[in-house]
């Protein structure tokens, strides 16, 4: 699934929950910085401090786009929801960080997209404010009462006398009270109140938590799988001080040879990089398959979100020539608009601004993202969701807005919307190697790289067994290519192409922009005046592995032209 997270916050592998007083460990310190200063922001009672971050820490652009008195309203909403908020949390995203505040007036996430290269300011900043849930209210099932218990495991740390003796009375099994248990708490409760990160991952009845920082911590933890669900195993062990390691810092005179390397080391990729008009590297690394046959220029990836870009050029190229007006509302373009979403705007869903939740799958579709649904079935439900914010007034990414533009394209131009693109875009630009999920004549079974995700719904796991690309995802995801077809795509669409100046000014002119799947797939393009570098991998599995590191370092070598 793409950007998609269905665990609980709490148990996302790679989840750093941040004590701005002490972070010693955890993240790079230039992210530290940019954490502790949206911290103060916050916390300080002053207007002023607010206009400060902003002009210090967001791109001029961004302001530009939102304007100051919107980011300074969605930091005082912030301010006043976690009020008192004693329990932060940032958590990585596939564009940036999230910060998550507890314990205040209400839950509170600051979503930053920020492109983790210098300058590292902040490109999109958004603000959601939630109900605080009972602490006293038990949990119902197994899978609501493991966040709750690892909630509470960090509670041990937080301020206050008695949080022990809550701790062991509110959240453990009594068959296991007694001087052990209280040897463990009291070596979490030293540890924790130092320590600077934690990663969390899930296990089969509970988490593993490695608390980060001068001293380091292994904690594991089991609940029971029947009401009321109390820890029944707590274990902790110090350990090695560890974090994750920096990207390695690539550089152009020596980059085929640094890849190879890092095949040696578990990457498997293709990779275009290009300076100054002449290709640098272009090439595959590594298998493409179990069956190790290499990746080569040919092989095809699933790349995640990244068709937003595809969806973006054919809404402009819709307008260009009349047919959709980008300020008209959706109900010009679909039938049956309920009256509370008829002020969305074209323009509000391809800025983020439309109050629509980000996907509309439900708990009955089998995969959230390859369960078969069809166009008019995906309006439907997005139509029909509440919406987070009324249009304009808030800003939330959104798949759901990129796939209700693909179901207009479709609608306006009487054209099924694979076809629009194929025509208009992939077939001039000649993209060879680009199209969607399903079974196909274009693409040969071989040319597939296999995804080594930790979701594996076919074997071999390819694209072209996941069955064909559904209205869940379309629009934003559910395609396949390579870094050659989309370094055709950026020079036609933003050099030779049908669009016109004033449609690319719709278009970013630099930056870094990722997309991924759980299936283990990540695709990366960073860019900028001089430099290209896209690249796209089948070994992608969430934070800090060989493959993420890499893949991380290309985005920033696209960035660097020296």
């Known amino acids: 699934m793409m950007n998609r997270y269905c665990l609980p916050a709490l148990l996302l592998v790679g989840l750093l929950s941040i004590a701005p007083a002490h972070a010693q460990d955890g993240p790079p310190p230039e992210i530290r910085e940019l954490i502790d200063a949206l911290m103060d922001a916050i916390n300080d009672s ?48 596939d564009r940036g960080l999230e910060v998550s505040l507890h314990g205040g007036p209400q839950e509170v996430t600051v979503a930053m997209d920020i492109p983790f290269a210098s300058p590292n300011l902040i490109t999109r900043l958004s603000v959601d404010v939630g109900e605080t849930s009972d602490p006293m209210a038990p949990p119902g099932s197994l899978e609501e009462a493991i966040p709750t218990r690892a909630r509470a495991v960090e509670s041990i740390w937080s301020p206050g006398p008695d949080r022990k003796s809550e701790f062991v009375e509110m959240h453990v099994d009594p068959s296991i009270h007694g001087p052990d248990l209280d040897n463990t708490v009291s070596l979490i409760q030293t540890i924790g109140a130092a320590s600077g990160a934690i990663a969390v991952s899930p296990t089969d009845r509970g988490v593993q938590m490695e608390l980060r920082g001068p001293r380091s911590l292994r904690i594991d933890l089991t609940v029971s799988d029947s009401s009321p669900y109390l820890i029944t195993a707590l274990e902790a062990v110090e350990i090695e001080s560890t974090r994750l390691p920096p990207p390695p810092e690539l550089a152009w005179d020596t980059l085929e040879s640094e890849l190879e390397d890092a095949v040696e080391d578990g990457f498997s990729g293709s990779v275009l990089a290009a300076r100054d008009g002449a290709m640098v590297v272009h090439r595959g690394f590594g298998p493409a398959n179990s069956d190790g046959n290499p990746i080569t220029l040919e092989t095809v990836f699933d790349i995640g979100s990244m068709p937003i870009d595809f969806t973006r050029a054919a809404v402009l190229l819709m307008a260009q020539r009349g047919l959709v007006d980008l300020d008209a509302s959706i109900a010009e373009y679909l039938p049956s608009v309920p009256s509370e979403k008829a002020g969305i705007l074209l323009t509000h869903l391809m800025r983020g601004e439309s109050g629509l939740p980000n996907y509309h799958h439900i708990n009955t579709d089998r995969d959230a993202d390859l369960t078969w649904i069809s166009r008019d079935e995906a309006v439907s439900r997005i139509l029909t969701q509440e919406l987070l914010f009324p249009p304009g007034q808030g800003e939330a990414h959104s798949h759901s807005a990129w796939t209700l533009l693909a179901a207009i394209v479709e609608r306006v131009s009487g054209t099924p919307y694979p076809e629009f693109l194929q025509t208009h875009f992939f077939d001039p630009a000649g993209m060879e ?115 993420h590191q890499v893949m991380r370092g290309l985005a920033r070598l696209g960035q660097v032209t020296r």
């Open 46 to 93: 002053n207007d002023e401090s607010l206009g400060v971050f902003i002009a210090t820490r967001v791109h001029p652009d961004h302001v530009g786009d939102v304007g100051n008195e919107a980011l300074e309203d969605m930091l005082r909403k912030a301010r006043a929801a976690a009020r008192g908020a004693g329990d932060i949390g940032v958590g990585r995203t």
């Open 433 to 547: 190697h680009t199209g969607f999920y399903g079974p196909t004549d274009r693409f040969d079974p071989a040319d597939q790289a296999a995804g080594f995700g930790g979701s594996r719904p076919s074997d071999p796991n390819i694209p072209l067994n996941w069955g064909p690309t559904s209205w869940l995802v379309m629009g934003g995801g559910g395609m396949v290519s390579n870094p050659t077809d989309l370094y055709r795509w950026h020079n036609f669409i933003r050099r030779e192409g049908p669009l016109t100046a004033t449609s690319r000014a719709w278009l970013p002119a630099a930056g870094v922009f990722m997309g991924d799947s759980d299936r283990g797939f990540l695709t990366v393009a960073g860019f900028s005046e001089g430099a290209i570098v896209i690249a796209c991998t089948n070994r992608f599995n969430r934070e800090g592995d060989p493959s």
